[in-house]
Nanobody, 118 residues
Framework: QVQLVESGGGLVQAGGSLRLSCSAS????????MGWYRQAPGKERESVGV???????NYADSVKGRFTVSRDSSKDMLYLYMDNLKPEDTAVYYC????????????WGQGTLVTVSS
């Protein structure tokens, strides 16, 4: 199996920037698409940005132009660059991987908290 561990969360002022990292370990050969999701207090988890094996990306409308997802498959790393952060970006951010070996599963990290102050 594979494990995902996020890092880089913290407290930042509105308008600031932050970079989240997600490190994959274990049998990473089964990882296909990856992505970042977030869950704000009292709200459902939502997709922020996803990236395919080939590097194609797709973003939620609320973060387009401000967030960038990238991956370094040679290092089994996924990144989320967040610029011009807003208080409404406050949430726990989760790393996700589409994992395919004998069966197809979704793998989640434990999450990292991002708090944006106004």
């Amino acid at each position: 199996q594979v494990q995902l561990v996020e890092s880089g969360g913290g407290l930042v002022q509105a308008g600031g920037s932050l970079r989240l990292s997600c490190s994959a370990s274990g049998d990473t050969s089964g990882i296909r698409g990856m992505g970042w999701y977030r869950q704000a207090p009292g709200k459902e988890r939502e997709s922020v940005g996803v990236i395919t094996v080939g590097g194609s990306t797709n973003y939620a409308d609320s973060v387009k132009g401000r967030f960038t997802v990238s991956r370094d498959s040679s290092k089994d790393m996924l990144y989320l660059y967040m610029d011009n952060l807003k208080p409404e970006d406050t949430a726990v951010y989760y790393c996700n991987a589409d994992y395919r070996k004998q069966i197809r599963t979704e793998v989640w990290g434990q999450g990292t908290l991002v708090t944006v102050s106004s």
